[in-house]
């Protein structure tokens, strides 16, 4: 049993076939006319799922339990972590939670973030597959003039459900975290300068694509149009960088990491190649791999139980040992990160890509 997937930039179908013999997948209409011009010049995408039904079934049946809030969802996370990635989840010395002394948290230090069962720890599980990153979300502290500790982070979820920037009080923060059921990993790393929501659709796509052409409200068949103009490929305006100054109609757009990178550049971390490094390029994995957090175990606080767990760095909650490979060991360079790719298992990355 064969199972094929036909894909154009406007929709995505799939079938199965039992037997070997001349099939028809239909098209019953065209989601606009553009579809239909697009599909007249370039056809339709098709993909022969190389594992067929069986092994797709077989593959679902891995993921599934990836988004149980039980101990059947965690050891399924961390089975699947294991054998993606090669994670190896030793367990942390005792106290899991830190006593933490607000005193030694600074405007800047950066927080990552790993949940390993439960909604969102099924889909941190899958973003880090596909990224690389051993982490599946960031934070960034802040102090105010009054030295009150804050915490400010990008896809904080509200309690209309929406994924907003937010700044909350430390021990509001912390207070989360400690009761969340997800049995979250949280890093700390001390600077060393002291989901797809259906209405944003338009946003990252058509917005998206307007920018990288220099062109506004186009809409995709415009957009197929213009590229095909300009003698460029589909692929090739995909892979255009993200440009920081960029504004979208809802405002700029930024992942958790980028908010917080986009902090770190106006402050200067990354010159002399500040006007040549686009944040938002940057995964989680490329951020804790930045060479501009503190390396001198000794200045980390008491509290850190980093020496205990021979952690480069302070992990303040968690029953597993967080596992950042590279951490800490990139030094910044004029565009950074514009031609990395993120391919598993191995996640190799070239040489000032």
């Given amino acids: 049993m064969d199972l094929y997937v036909f894909a154009t930039p406007y929709r995505i179908g799939w079938d199965y076939y039992t037997r070997a013999h001349q099939h028809t997948f239909e098209i019953k209409s065209w989601e606009e006319a553009g579809e239909m011009e697009y599909v007249k010049l370039h056809g339709v995408a098709i993909f022969l799922m190389p594992s067929g039904m069986l092994g797709t079934l077989l593959s679902l049946i891995d993921v599934?339990?990836?988004?149980?809030?039980?101990?059947?969802?965690?050891?399924?996370?961390?089975?699947?972590?294991?054998?993606?990635?090669?994670?190896?989840?030793?367990?942390?010395?005792?106290?899991?939670?830190?006593?933490?002394?607000?005193?030694?948290?600074?405007?800047?230090?950066?927080?990552?973030?790993?949940?390993?069962?439960?909604?969102?720890?099924?889909?941190?599980?899958?973003?880090k597959w596909v990224t690389g990153a051993f982490a599946g979300h960031t934070a960034v502290c802040l102090k105010d003039e009054n030295g009150t500790l804050w915490v400010a982070e990008s896809g904080?979820?509200?309690?209309?459900?929406?994924?907003?920037?937010?700044?909350?009080?430390?021990?509001e923060w912390w207070g989360v975290a400690l009761k969340d059921d997800s049995n979250p990993q949280v890093m700390a790393a001390m600077s060393m300068w002291t989901r797809l929501q259906p209405r944003y659709a338009s946003n990252m796509w058509n917005e998206a694509l307007n920018k990288r052409l220099g062109t506004e409200q186009l809409d995709l068949h415009g957009i197929i149009s213009e590229t095909e103009r300009r003698g460029m490929s589909f692929n090739q305006l995909l892979t255009i960088p993200e440009q920081d100054e960029w504004e979208y109609s809802d405002g700029k757009s930024t992942t958790c990491v980028a908010f917080i990178l986009a902090m770190y550049k106006a402050a200067g971390v990354f010159a002399p190649f500040t006007e040549s490094i686009q944040v938002t390029e940057f995964t989680i994995r490329d951020a804790y791999t930045l060479r501009i957090f503190e390396d001198n175990r000794t200045r980390l606080p008491g509290w850190c139980n980093g020496d205990a767990d021979g952690l480069p760095f302070c992990q303040i909650l968690g029953e597993y040992k967080m596992e950042l490979p590279e951490y800490n060991t990139i030094q910044p360079y004029a565009n950074m990160n514009e031609n990395c790719p993120s391919s598993p298992p191995t996640y190799s990355r070239p040489l000032r890509c």
């Avoid at 989840?89 to 230090?109: L, T, Y």
């Avoid at 309690?159 to 430390?170: D, F, L, R, T």
């Fill in 64 to 127: 599934i339990p990836l988004f149980s809030n039980t101990i059947w969802g965690q050891d399924a996370n961390l089975a699947f972590l294991k054998k993606h990635m090669g994670a190896s989840f030793e367990k942390r010395s005792q106290p899991w939670a830190s006593n933490i002394r607000k005193e030694d948290v600074h405007s800047g230090d950066f927080l990552a973030l790993s949940k390993i069962r439960g909604r969102w720890g099924g889909f941190q599980t899958l973003e």
């Fill in 156 to 171: 904080y979820e509200n309690k209309k459900g929406e994924e907003v920037i937010a700044i909350v009080p430390w021990d």
